[in-house]
């Protein structure tokens, strides 16, 4: 186990993107950890300064690199010019890390340094490596940056390896929670490119692919995986499709673009165990799998029960995951409603695919129902009756907004 006990230490989470400081404080809690947060590097610096001031100083700023205004760089820099506020330990997180990035930061005084996606195992050894390295001097004597590698050589536990690809917020904390409380540590990748980054990085042991996303979606994104782009040793990786239950064609479609498996979503936990546990243990193998038949859907505007039974009834985790929904959701519909003004069918069918999956993700079925008829209306380019969808999906996420609040 890493030196440094995490209970009680007090961290200082420093990112502008809300669900990303949402999931980083939960995990610090649930560690022990005595959790604030700053949404720019403004604040952050005010907030370290206060924390001295109130004899509670923060042992751990966490940052994030790419914020507006400040970013992650110069925030360290900073905290390190004060006299005060100094002794810090400071570890950055980047979702564009480059070779030099390490050396560079420990000249400036980091301790720690992450790559986005960051694995929860690996956020919890840094931190107490970083930590155990001012309590127990000497332990890792040639580690003066603390980065994943350093944890590697720790011989930390090394549990099965899950990449998650997924570009929705929302269903990103939703499959990510699942696994965990299944076991997993998942890796979290935004689009087909970023899998194969993450792959051409580090060694995993099965990838579930989304299906629908931008950049580069998981049908193109599997094929070059087969072809070698993410190395040689993903060419037979698992990977297992999740795709919206209701698009036809869709298993046929992954099974030739050379996935393994096929998941529909909503994510069901029972299935999600039962499928990982069928490839985790073999590795490689093309399958042709026959997943049952969702049932019809009956379209209530919340049903929490269905939320309920996918996260196995954890009261906390539904409320941070209505939450978080209701929080991105807004933007989304913001942004939906200018591709409806300007006409651009293809934003409009990611857009609403998003809102989509999301939606079914929650359990908000009638406006995962609004959203779905507007995918495949934008699909066809029958844009006057996306223009009369749009203010029926304004008014599902409102009622399901309200039946969220009602329901707490």
Same mark, same amino acid.
């Given at each position: 186990? /890493?030196?440094?006990?995490?209970?009680?230490?007090?961290? +200082?989470?420093?990112?502008?993107?809300?669900? %990303?400081?949402?999931?980083?404080?939960?995990?610090?809690?649930?560690?022990?950890? +005595?959790?604030?947060?700053?949404?720019?590097?403004a604040?952050?610096?005010?907030?370290?300064?206060?924390?001295? $001031?109130?004899?509670?100083?923060?042992?751990?700023?966490?940052?994030?690199?790419?914020? #507006?205004?400040?970013?992650?760089?110069?925030?360290?820099?900073?905290?390190?010019?004060?006299?005060?506020?100094?002794?810090?330990?400071?570890?950055?997180?980047?979702?564009?890390?480059?070779?030099?990035?390490?050396?560079?930061?420990?000249?400036?005084?980091?301790?720690?340094?992450?790559?986005?996606?960051?694995?929860?195992?690996?956020?919890?050894?840094?931190?107490?490596?970083t930590?155990?390295?001012?309590?127990? #001097?000497?332990?890792?004597?040639? /580690?003066?940056?603390?980065?994943?590698?350093?944890?590697?050589?720790?011989?930390?536990?090394?549990?099965?390896?899950?990449l998650?690809?997924?570009?929705?917020?929302? %269903?990103?904390?939703?499959?990510?929670k699942?696994?965990?409380? +299944?076991?997993?540590?998942?890796?979290?990748?935004?689009?087909?490119?970023?899998?194969?980054?993450?792959?051409?990085?580090?060694?995993?042991?099965?990838?579930?692919?989304?299906?629908?996303? #931008?950049?580069?979606?998981?049908f193109?994104?599997?094929?070059?995986?087969?072809?070698?782009?993410?190395?040689?040793?993903?060419?037979?990786?698992?990977?297992?499709?999740?795709?919206?239950?209701?698009?036809?064609?869709?298993?046929?479609?992954?099974?030739?673009?050379?996935? %393994?498996?096929?998941?529909?979503?909503?994510?069901?936990?029972?299935?999600?165990? $039962?499928?990982?546990?069928?490839?985790l243990?073999?590795?490689?193998?093309?399958?042709?799998p026959?997943?049952?038949?969702?049932s019809?859907?009956?379209?209530?505007?919340?049903?929490?029960?269905?939320?309920?039974?996918?996260?196995?009834?954890?009261?906390?985790?539904?409320?941070?995951?209505?939450?978080?929904? +209701?929080?991105?959701?807004?933007?989304?519909i913001?942004?939906?409603?200018?591709?409806?003004?300007? /006409?651009? /069918?293809?934003?409009?069918?990611?857009?609403?695919?998003?809102? $989509?999956?999301a939606?079914? %993700?929650?359990?908000?079925?009638?406006?995962?129902?609004?959203?779905?008829?507007?995918?495949?209306?934008?699909?066809?380019?029958?844009?006057?009756?996306?223009?009369?969808?749009?203010?029926?999906?304004?008014?599902?996420?409102?009622q399901?907004?309200?039946?969220?609040?009602?329901a707490?």
């Open positions: 186990m /890493a030196p440094g006990g995490l209970a009680g230490v007090r961290v +200082l989470v420093v990112d502008d993107h809300p669900p %990303n400081r949402l999931l980083v404080m939960t995990l610090l809690r649930s560690w022990g950890c +005595l959790a604030g947060e700053a949404a720019d590097g604040s952050a610096l005010d907030e370290v300064r206060d924390a001295v $001031k109130r004899g509670e100083p923060y042992r751990v700023v966490l940052l994030d690199m790419q914020m #507006p205004i400040m970013d992650g760089e110069t925030l360290g820099a900073l905290i390190k010019a004060d006299p005060d506020i100094k002794a810090t330990e400071l570890i950055m997180m980047t979702s564009m890390g480059q070779r030099g990035d390490a050396s560079r930061l420990e000249s400036l005084g980091f301790a720690g340094y992450l790559v986005k996606p960051v694995r929860q195992v690996h956020l919890q050894s840094v931190l107490s490596l930590i155990g390295r001012k309590d127990h #001097p000497g332990h890792i004597a040639e /580690a003066r940056i603390v980065t994943r590698h350093t944890v590697a050589e720790t011989g930390e536990h090394r549990d099965k390896r899950i998650l690809v997924e570009d929705n917020v929302t %269903n990103q904390f939703v499959a990510t699942i696994l965990e409380k +299944l076991g997993y540590r998942p890796d979290v990748a935004g689009h087909g490119k970023d899998a194969l980054t993450a792959l051409r990085n580090a060694p995993y042991d099965v990838v579930l692919m989304d299906c629908q996303m #931008p950049e580069m979606d998981g193109e994104a599997t094929r070059l995986i087969r072809l070698g782009e993410a190395g040689h040793r993903h060419i037979t990786v698992p990977i297992i499709a999740m795709t919206a239950r209701a698009m036809q064609g869709d298993r046929e479609r992954c099974l030739e673009a050379g996935m %393994n498996d096929y998941l529909a979503k909503p994510i069901d936990s029972g299935l999600l165990a $039962k499928t990982l546990d069928r490839w243990p073999r590795g490689a193998g093309v399958a042709s026959e997943p049952s038949a969702p019809a859907p009956q379209a209530p505007v919340f049903d929490r029960a269905a939320l309920s039974e996918r996260l196995m009834g954890d009261e906390d985790l539904i409320g941070q995951i209505v939450d978080v929904f +209701l929080d991105d959701t807004p933007r989304r913001e942004t939906l409603k200018s591709h409806v003004i300007g /006409a651009d /069918a293809e934003n409009i069918r990611r857009q609403a695919h998003a809102i $989509k999956g939606a079914a %993700n929650v359990g908000g079925e009638e406006l995962r129902r609004i959203a779905f008829e507007m995918e495949k209306r934008s699909a066809a380019k029958d844009m006057e009756r996306v223009k009369l969808l749009m203010p029926q999906l304004e008014t599902g996420f409102e399901l907004r309200r039946a969220m609040r009602r707490e």
